[in-house]
């Protein structure tokens, strides 16, 4: 079985570009998550759906950053502008009912 | 926010040893889980914990949920090469279902030859 899927795993931009990353939840799952994670401040919830509707956006540090979730087998992270400091490595996950997340590989951005 | 404090930091054992971690808060969590992450790699889940005093194991991984619900340890028997990693405890922070999870900072764990 497919597990999560992000694209790209590795992205290298300017400062000021637009960013997009992407994931594909485990099939039936239901709610999906974003976390970035830094050696300064380790791994942090960013945002979370539940059947495609967000719940909570509080870690999103910013108005540069937006997710969306249009269907329930595809997620978004914007960052527009980035800057160097969203320099991390960007991981979704899924669930079904209950608290086990599963992972995907994660995206490693490069802001310059 | 609620935090999750693991110890320690990192560890430096030899392949054979016997391996103990803790993860601590200084809140109530309903439900503890252990994640493995390997360089490169999303973390994995090893085991979760869903009720106090709860022991599972996993092969040669051992779990608890403490009693006070405020702490859990993780215990990897006769380690080998690819238990190398960094293992970090996680938990949703308002009370269980689908919500976001609050992780700790990891283990580095470390086999020298």
């Known amino acids: 079985d497919a597990g999560v899927i992000q694209s790209p795993r590795h992205e290298v931009t300017e400062m000021g570009q637009e960013v997009t990353l992407r994931c594909k939840p485990i099939s039936g799952h239901n709610s999906l998550f974003w976390y970035r994670q830094t050696m300064m401040r380790g791994l942090e919830l960013l945002i979370y759906?539940?059947?495609?509707?967000?719940?909570?956006d509080s870690g999103m540090p910013e108005d540069r950053f937006s997710a969306k979730m249009p269907n329930a087998s595809f997620s978004t992270l914007k960052i527009q502008p980035s800057e160097p400091r969203d320099s991390a490595v960007y991981f979704c996950?899924?669930?079904?009912?209950?608290?086990?997340?599963?992972f995907g590989p994660g995206t490693r951005l490069t802001v310059l | 926010g609620q935090q999750l404090n693991q110890s320690p930091q990192s560890m430096f054992i030899q392949e054979g040893e016997d391996v103990s971690m803790n993860c601590t808060s200084s809140?109530?969590?309903?439900?503890w889980l252990w994640y493995k992450q390997d360089p490169g790699e999303g973390p994995v889940l090893l085991i979760a914990?869903?009720?106090?005093?709860e022991l599972t194991s996993n092969g040669r991984l051992t779990a608890q949920f403490g009693i006070t619900r405020k702490d859990s340890f993780l215990n990897i028997s006769a380690s080998i090469p690819s238990d190398v990693g960094i293992y970090f405890c996680?938990?949703?922070?308002?009370?269980?279902?689908?919500?976001?999870?609050?992780f700790g900072k990891g283990t580095h764990l470390i086999i020298q030859p």
């Open positions: 914990l869903y009720k106090a005093g």
């Open positions: 996950a899924s669930s079904g009912s209950g608290t086990r997340q599963f």
């Open positions: 759906f539940n059947n495609n509707v967000p719940i909570d």
């Open positions: 996680a938990g949703p922070p308002s009370g269980g279902g689908a919500d976001g999870l609050t």
């Open positions: 809140s109530i969590f309903n439900t």
